[in-house]
C-alpha cells in the first residue's frame, strides 16, 4: 500500500512538502513515481525516482519540484516550489518495476491527495 500526504490549500509562490509511504512490498525494489490529474484533464506525469536515486522530472516543474526518497523510511517525498495555480489538482504517488513517464506501467498507486494553488 502506499499513503500520500500534504496536500492543502497554499497561495501562489509558495511551498508544500508531499509524502508517500509504502508498505506491503520490498520498497527499495521499486521506482516510485508522482502523477498529478488536474479537474477534467488527464493524468500526468510529475516526476520519479529509481531505486538508486536517479531522477527525472516533468519539464512543466523542473526547476521548481524536486523528488527524493528515504529508503529508511519506505517514503518518497515531493517538495514543491513557488507553486502556480496550475499545479492545482489532485497528487498521486504510484510504484513500478520499471523506469517510465507512462502511469500505466505502475501498479500500485496511493489515495491521492489535494493539492489548491490560489492566485
Known amino acids: 500500500q502506499l499513503q500520500a500526504s500534504g496536500g492543502g490549500l497554499v497561495q501562489a509562490g509558495g511551498s508544500l512538502r508531499l509524502s508517500c509511504t509504502a508498505s506491503?512490498?520490498?520498497?527499495?525494489?521499486?521506482?516510485m513515481g508522482w502523477f498529478r490529474q488536474a479537474p477534467g484533464k488527464e493524468r500526468e506525469f510529475v516526476a520519479a525516482?529509481?531505486?538508486?536515486?536517479?531522477?527525472n522530472t516533468a519539464d512543466s516543474v523542473k526547476g521548481r519540484f524536486t523528488i527524493s526518497r528515504d529508503n529508511a523510511k519506505n517514503t518518497v517525498y515531493l517538495q514543491m516550489n513557488i507553486l502556480k495555480p496550475e499545479d492545482t489538482g489532485v497528487y498521486y504517488c504510484?510504484?513500478?518495476?520499471?523506469?517510465?513517464?507512462?502511469?500505466?506501467?505502475?501498479?500500485?498507486w496511493g489515495q491521492g491527495t489535494l493539492v489548491t494553488v490560489s492566485s
Open positions: 504510484a510504484s513500478s518495476i520499471m523506469w517510465s513517464e507512462k502511469s500505466t506501467r505502475y501498479d500500485m
Open positions: 506491503g512490498r520490498t520498497y527499495n525494489d521499486y521506482n
Open positions: 525516482i529509481r531505486r538508486t536515486g536517479f531522477t
